[in-house]
């Protein structure tokens, strides 16, 4: 059965003084309202991290309760940072079951009350444990994967910083137009700079900020002018190393698979996207994995204007996670909402797009753990090669290397990237370097030195030396004595 | 389209020293096996408080990781205790949209490994925020349930006891042949006697244990011998005093009315049922919400022996939550595991049930916030009536009480229910009288008193003097003293 939308809502995103529950029942309202309902027959519900955020578990319950829905089915849903995709994704399996005839997806976070540092403990849960027990964050890693990616790609590291600044310049410009964004101001390049790093090479500008928000949709079996076209969603390894790229993302990849496959429609069809900028680079290549440039070339899309508001495929006109900001269970379905704002010609001012009858939506869950894919369309689009659709988007998915065999012990490897890190965790020193190391055998290994307290000190690809205190990996450069020493007396015994 | 099962697989229920991936993965290996598949088009993830539980989010992608499916979506679903209900529904609807050809519904909790006071403190964050404040928990409530139960169908105090008795004797018993049972020993009254009082009337033996397990479902869109016949869901106020009748929930009666009706069935058609038990009378309650018995009558079906193993309607053939135990993510799928074992005729030994061709689960979340009730029938049953289907349950349902005027003030009112808790959550002293005093503009408010350490020190429908302190209700007897007071000085103003 087919699926389609009738309202939307959404709170302007930001710090909000009002409860979680008050936000998301003002985002369902609206939504409520657009869609000229008073009743729905289930709510799924898109909150990630509820119980530590503000102390309640049992939402579900409190928020068909809140709206004076009292009755009516009610389901919490959470994939991480996709959440609110999710909740969307299951609202439209029971819609096109037949089973229901209207549903509400709601989604929402309040983050803003806390301290950071305990925010930032509370999102760093989603990390891997083998890979938090070192003390990375979100952050940290992906600050892995920019410094791998300028390298894959032979980016200086001035053009890699140029190509950052670009997305947060460019995602601020269009937050600047967007009444429900958290950050309304134009930033420049020299902004950008003047930021601090939060951990080599990212700075405080290249990361999404911490928000108060909800939003909400109707999905409905009646048509309406706006179809949901396709969705797909994909899991992938829940350790980051244990990837065998690490600068493009195997969930994107195959939820676009799936995505575009339901929607009989390829990347070309697609005229403006949501991108989960949670950091900027994932812009970029969430672009490439999306099939709209090739791997690699995703800077140049937006260095040549493409992804530019007024460019040919305009990326996160809604200022995307960077400046719309972030509440981590509400963000993927604000995209969403963002899409039929653009659909239906409601965006309002020079954020509205001239041609917005297909976009589509990628939501990262978690370091692109959890992802899902999401293409909208106008129901009255034409779709003349619909009968004759052949998939042009064959994306390479590679495997995982997790190894079963038993931990690598010490000896040399290469430093495949690495990161130092400022703001740490609660319990960790700063700065703190991370890194990536590629054993003999293969295997890739997450190790810390917090003796390097500069980035300056390191280089991809150099070998290291892998030692183990007190349980963890701890990597250090080969140096001449410590390559004298390897020569002379052999490598260290594994205790 | 229509939704069938072609495996199913559980732990033994009990304390693990597994972790809780392990547990699921072990769960979802057995179903796996029994449906002779390797993949899955989709994971639902059914865990109620993991983050606070074990420490980490982002379990959904853990556990697609932990099962060697990378890739495949995998979605967190949670309804507080309903929890792996909720994960079997987002399944159903999965697959009988006609998107997903085979499913797996995974669910599992570990909890035996924290100390109970901060157990306790999880659980107790599905109560109401207002409840929660005066240091209400999962017994406290439902010992005041079972108070209203007794007065308002005139049972004596050791009669409640004799019934609340025979169901814990009658669970036991039957966990006593569940492999997969906590508890595997057979009980007495006397035994039930012994066992300490948790929240007045009810003793430990009343309570669902603290349980580690999972257990594991396919569903399917390919015809097997076991079908889904019908699933309903359906909520309640979050704040139990809210509620007209605290004797019957509304949410198992609208969830069951959908179910039925799903299912074209009626309750005179079901051979067999699992129920809530996570208090002993939650089981009576619940046959007469589902339509079993009439209320206030279900007690003289368990103790004609109607429910019993060999009786005409067996109820908790697994030994249900108090027995079998009640990791509470889990339970609401283990229901079902159940139901597949005995419809399947795998139940084994003198658990097995004669008559099994149609079985029914009831899953309570929260205090009967958020249930579902699932109806899983065999495929070959011959159902002649099908089309003449005329439904003959109409439950009443009690419109909900919430009042939108400001808080009551102080003033005289009546004892609805109350209990002293004895097991108190960290930061109040125990025992702790709490009581619902309906005031003269006729709202409920929830009251303590932790002055008063006996329950034999009050009664049900007497008169009681509301006073505000710090923030709080707390009601006191009008004894004579207090009337005189309060004839001659009228009322206390409320601060």
């Known amino acids: 059965m087919d699926v389609y939308i009738s309202g939307v809502g959404m709170t302007k995103f930001g710090r909000s003084k009002e409860p979680l529950e008050k936000m998301m029942a003002e985002a369902a309202s609206l939504a409520l309202k657009q869609a000229q309902v008073e009743r729905v027959d289930a709510i799924y519900l898109g909150v990630m991290s509820v119980e530590e955020f503000v102390g309640d578990s049992n939402f579900a319950t409190l928020l068909a309760d809140t709206l004076g829905l009292t009755g009516i089915p009610s389901t919490r849903v959470e994939t991480a940072s996709s959440t609110g995709a999710g909740a969307f994704e299951a609202a439209f399996y029971a819609v096109a079951s037949g089973h229901m005839k209207r549903v509400l997806a709601l989604a ?51 053009k890699l910083e140029d190509i950052l600044a670009q997305v947060a310049v460019k995602n601020h410009s269009n937050g600047y137009l967007n009444p429900y964004a958290q950050f309304r101001k134009i930033i420049t390049k020299e902004d950008y700079l003047k930021s601090q790093i939060v951990s080599y090479p990212l700075r405080l500008y290249d990361c999404a900020p911490i928000t108060d928000g909800a939003s909400a949709i109707i999905l409905t079996s009646q048509p309406t002018p706006i179809k949901v076209a396709g969705i797909g969603h994909a899991t992938d390894t829940a350790a980051v190393r244990h990837r065998s790229s690490l600068t493009s993302f195997n969930s994107t990849k195959e939820a676009a698979q799936r995505a575009y496959t339901m929607a009989r429609l390829n990347p070309s069809d697609i005229q403006f996207a949501e991108i989960h900028d949670a950091f900027t680079l994932f812009e970029i290549i969430g672009t490439e994995d999306l099939g709209f440039f090739s791997a690699g070339k995703g800077w140049k899309g937006l260095e040549e204007g493409t992804t530019h508001l007024r460019g040919r495929l305009p990326i996160n006109p809604s200022g995307g996670l960077k400046a719309r ?88 490897g290469i430093l495949e990237t690495f990161t130092t890190l400022y703001t740490t965790p609660e319990g960790f020193l700063s700065p703190l370097t991370l890194g990536f190391v590629r054993t003999k055998g293969g295997e890739m290994v997450m190790a810390c030195n917090p003796d390097y307290r500069s980035p300056k000190e390191l280089k991809m690809g150099q070998k290291v030396y892998l030692r183990i205190r007190e349980g963890l990996y701890v990597f250090e450069k080969l140096s001449f004595l410590n390559r004298l020493k390897y020569w002379i007396k052999g490598p260290p015994k594994s205790p």
């Open 108 to 158: 929402g976070e309040k983050m803003t009350h806390l301290p950071t540092a305990k925010t930032t403990r509370i999102l760093s849960e989603v990390i891997d444990r083998s890979e938090r027990r070192y003390g990375a964050t979100m952050p940290a890693l992906a600050a892995m994967i920019a410094q791998k990616y300028a390298r894959e790609f032979h980016l200086s590291p001035l």
């Open 325 to 412: 900001g972030h509440p981590v269970g509400a963000s993927g379905l604000a995209q969403l909402v963002e899409i039929v704002y653009q659909l239906s010609g409601e965006a309002g001012g020079e954020r509205q797009l001239e041609r917005a009858e297909i976009g589509l939506a990628q939501s990262i869950g978690g370091l692109a753990n959890n992802t899902l894919v999401t293409i909208l369309e106008r129901a009255d689009r034409k779709r003349i090669l619909r009968e004759g659709w052949s998939p042009d988007y064959h994306p390479e998915i590679s495997l995982s290397k997790k190894s079963t065999a038993s931990p690598p012990s010490e000896g040399v």
